[in-house]
């Protein structure tokens, strides 16, 4: 079992829809990390977390501690939020744990 | 500020060859890392130098591989003899001291035919 599991693996959604992504792990972490990665492009940091809520535009990431649990929403999806959203974990030395990551398609 | 970049984006070889990747970190990271996803599976951390030093190389495969730091600055990651499981893209990402951001590159992507 993968110290940080996804879920789901794939999602389709319309356009305009709220979408949660769910990440759990196992492990004990410094901070937890999602980060975007579109076709054939390179990985991009949309947040860094270790407590609480944050929140940029349209994207808000949230973790609970206690429960080892991390969701990601995007509201008011567009098609440009197409792409594999993949949650990662700092372990020691802050080396990534990553998920397997979500292939979002958000269709028009 | 420059990003993380690595070089080349794309490469081509053929089992038994030889392939160096290449990172240069942005300015003034001294944490780097090497990470890598193969085909269908998660990306998975390789190694970690503080500078010049390799402080965790747990992910390494095998003695095929072989990372350099000379001078703490950028890093190259070499394949002796390439295999075709090697086949996948590998990522670099930089850190600066003790903060927790990592900043990738948008990583090379290895073919071993």
């Known amino acids: 079992k993968n110290e940080v599991e996804q879920s789901p693996q794939n999602l389709t959604a319309q356009e305009g829809e709220f979408i949660t992504i769910n990440c759990s792990y196992s492990?004990?972490?410094?901070?937890l990390h999602w980060l975007q990665q579109h076709p054939g492009g390179g990985i991009v940091s949309l947040f860094m977390?270790?407590?609480g809520k944050k929140k940029h535009g349209r994207l808000i990431a949230t973790i609970n501690i206690q429960e080892k649990h991390s969701s990601l929403h995007i509201t008011a999806s567009h098609p440009r939020d197409s792409a594999v959203y993949i949650c990662?974990?700092?372990?020691?030395?802050?080396?990534?744990?990553f998920g397997a990551g979500t292939i979002l398609r958000v269709k028009s | 500020e420059a990003g993380v970049t690595q070089f080349p984006s794309h490469s081509v070889i053929e089992k038994g060859q030889t392939v160096t990747l290449r990172c240069d970190p942005i300015?003034?990271?001294?944490?780097l890392y090497w990470y890598r996803r193969v085909m269908g599976k998660e990306i998975k951390f390789l190694l970690h130098?503080?500078?010049?030093?390799?402080?965790?190389e747990s992910g390494m495969p095998n003695n095929r591989f072989l990372a350099e730091r000379t001078g703490g600055t950028y890093s190259t990651l070499k394949v002796q003899p390439a295999e075709l499981e090697d086949s996948g893209v590998y990522f670099c990402?930089?850190?600066?001291?003790?903060?927790?951001?990592?900043?990738f590159g948008p990583g090379t992507r290895l073919t071993v035919t």
């Open positions: 990402a930089s850190r600066r001291g003790l903060a927790y951001e990592q900043y």
């Open positions: 492990v004990g972490i410094s901070a």
């Open positions: 977390l270790s407590s």
């Open positions: 990662a974990v700092g372990r020691y030395g802050n080396k990534l744990v």
């Open positions: 300015s003034g990271h001294d944490n």
């Open positions: 130098f503080v500078k010049e030093s390799k402080q965790d």
